[in-house]
């Protein structure tokens, strides 16, 4: 029997400090920079558990909420045994609901749902792409090996983020850019990681595969560039990855420009603080 319900969630709290995900063996890695980064992966926090069918469905994503890449993780487990879920197909899929004068108006995000169905801590990893602040309800859905399956729904407010990029192609079509790594900005030579989705339908957004992306970073107010950047290549499921080179602290933007078979498809940049 599938069921639903739903939650406003809150950060589960111990005292005086935050519950930090137990999920350790993901399906698909968390949103991480290059290994010299010593901040390069983010620290999942859980925010909120239901329960349904017999099973705690625990999600645990960023202490923070923030429009663009957000890594978040689905964590599974049999309430009678407290024993992990590790057979089941999970997937996280994100909804916003705007009245607006016509009516109400529903729309999707991005979603990246496990590439694996099994996982031997019941956690299973699925990234979304957050692609305006606002209320955003998260329908996550699950079908384990023993036949339970239901969807919860998690209800969150996120904030505005400068890690997004939306825009309108050449083409007339709606692209959202997501800058994935690095998660801090120090100075050094660091993966660059960006993913790229295209707005299909309001409930359909496919990664692009198939772009060239040029990349300058620079400081504006000082007047130079850096050495030895790649541009990043497409590595899979619409990421791309290069390299970019803080060669000193400030204020640094990151120019991209968007072609297809050397058709420009858009322009934009992200602006970072490198401490």
Not at 3 to 13: D, I, K, N, Q
Not at 66 to 83: C, F, K, N, R, W
Not at 210 to 228: N, Q, R, V, Y
Request: with cysteine; aromatic share 6%; glycine share 8%.
């Amino acid at each position: 029997m599938r069921s639903h319900y739903s939650v406003v969630t809150a950060v589960l709290v111990v005292g005086a400090s935050v519950l930090l995900s137990a999920c350790s063996d993901d399906s698909r890695p968390m949103a991480s920079g290059s290994v010299d980064d010593v901040a390069g992966q983010i620290e999942l926090v859980a925010l909120g558990s239901i329960e349904d069918q017999g099973i705690r469905v625990t999600l645990h994503g960023p202490e923070m909420l923030q429009s663009g890449y957000t890594p978040l993780e689905v964590e599974l487990v049999d309430i009678a045994t407290g024993a992990p879920i590790q057979s089941a197909q999970v997937q996280i899929t994100p909804m916003m609901h705007l009245q607006t004068d016509d009516g109400e108006m529903n729309h999707s995000a991005p979603t990246e749902p496990p590439l694996a169905q099994e996982s031997t801590d019941g956690c299973f990893s699925n990234p979304v792409v957050l692609i305006m602040p606002g209320s955003w309800h998260l329908h996550v859905s699950f079908a384990e090996a023993q036949g339970k399956q239901g969807t919860v729904t998690f209800d969150l407010d996120v904030e505005e983020g400068d890690r997004i990029a939306r825009l309108t192609g050449e083409d007339g079509a709606a692209y959202f850019v997501a800058l994935v790594a690095p998660q801090t900005a120090v100075v050094g030579r660091h993966d660059l990681e960006l993913a790229v989705f295209r707005r299909e339908t309001m409930m359909s957004f496919p990664p692009e595969m198939d772009l060239d992306i040029d990349m300058e970073p620079s400081m504006p107010a000082m007047g130079h560039g850096s050495p030895e950047n790649e541009s990043p290549l497409h590595t899979g499921a619409g990421h791309y990855t290069g390299k970019v080179n803080f060669i000193m602290t400030g204020d640094w933007r990151i120019d991209l420009t968007l072609r297809r078979q050397d058709t420009l498809i858009a322009s934009t940049h992200f602006d970072l603080t490198v401490e």
